[in-house]
């Protein structure tokens, strides 16, 4: 079956019809401060889309909100010095860009093999569930979770449980001033569709405006430990067991595209 190019036409799991898109804009066109945990993140459009360079001097920056990495997913408590960060995210039509900027005393890489125990490496994870209909994801494509490591290489599981590289889904790039990496991505969102075994039939979908996705950010943290220490989170997780984003798409927040014209000009 041919993929759609249109998130309502792939997957029309749900319907939101009631979502308030309408953004809380000032004057200057600076999105007011960060929104409370829980309530949708308002994406603003990027009319030119970001250089990949880890510098986060574009333009389409500006626009968008902070929002912080301070849920404590796996681990135990930490302090600022080891561990803090923050994203932001904007759009265009053919991908999410995410920025990223995260503190951290120690970064480390491992596992040479990105096949090989990637959560246990330093790496941004950036959940997306293009149609917002939640749901399990541990081995299928109903949502993805990617592991975005230091040397590019971007991990999830597949559905013969084992994990894949998925490096023409996301682009990324970092860079390093003193303990602060900043990250920029680009992500390009599939359908639950998606097939392995016809890669040529997998086209990437179209992003929207008012078109909710879900969308979570993560950082697994290790300071030269066999394992991960620390794995922070962007949304509240209910429950002992906070470590389900690879397995649930439930526990995502929403990401709302919002439209360039919806933006006032400066």
Sequence with gaps: MQQSMSFGAARGKRIWNALVVGPAILGTGAFVGAAPAGHPYQAPQATTAPVLDGRADDACWARAEWRPLDQRWVGPPTTAADFSGRYKVVWTPARLYVLAEITDD????????????WWDDDCLEIFVDPDHSGGGHQYNYNAWAYHVALDGHVVDMGPDQKGHLFDSHVQSKHRRQGQVTTWETSVALYADTYNDQHPAANKPLTIRAGQP??????????????????????????????????????????????????????
Excluded at 106 to 117: Q, S
């Design 106 to 117: 120690k970064v480390t890489d491992t596992h040479a093999d990105p096949l090989d125990k």
């Design 213 to 266: 996705i879900g969308f979570a950010l993560a950082y697994c943290d290790n300071d030269n430990s066999p394992e991960r220490e620390n794995f922070f989170g962007s949304e509240v997780v209910a429950g002992d067991d906070k470590n389900r984003g690879w397995i649930d798409a439930g526990i995502f927040g929403t990401l709302v595209p919002v439209a360039a014209q919806a933006n006032p000009r400066r």
